[in-house]
């Protein structure tokens, strides 16, 4: 079981940036597939951004060219850094894990995918 713990969020007006975090243990970060999900209203079904083992990315086109996911594997932590925030960018952000042995081969951006979620934390852009 993969336990995922969010912090980070908070309140900006449009145009601010934010970097969220994800504390990801019970399993080694090698072998545990990551992805944010946003929560809310018009939230989209499928991931925001998603990572594998080998660090390759898959985005949403909406926050393309805008968000950024990354793996900090000295601190078993998923990043997420958001520039030009949107006020439809609101929402709760959830991180979410897929347990792959021995390495995650595919960033998969379907809800499905994923077997372990985190509570969240909120995110607000003002316009």
């Known amino acids: 079981q993969v336990q995922l713990v969010e912090s980070g969020g908070g309140s900006v007006e449009a145009g601010g940036s934010l970097i969220l975090s994800c504390a990801v243990s019970g399993s080694p970060l090698i072998a545990v597939c990551l992805g944010w999900f946003r929560q809310g209203s018009g939230a989209e079904s499928d991931a925001l951004a998603t990572v594998d083992s080998s660090d390759e990315t898959r985005y949403a086109d909406s926050v393309k060219g805008r968000f950024t996911i990354a793996r900090d594997k000295a601190k078993s932590t998923l990043l997420l850094q958001m520039i030009n925030l949107k006020p439809e960018d609101s929402g709760v952000y959830v991180c979410?894990?897929?347990?792959?042995?021995?390495?995650?081969?595919?960033?998969?951006?379907?809800?499905?995918?994923?077997?372990?979620w985190g509570r969240g934390t909120q995110v607000t852009v003002s316009s």
């Open positions: 979410a894990a897929r347990r792959e042995v021995p390495y995650c081969a595919g960033a998969y951006l379907a809800r499905s995918s994923y077997e372990n």
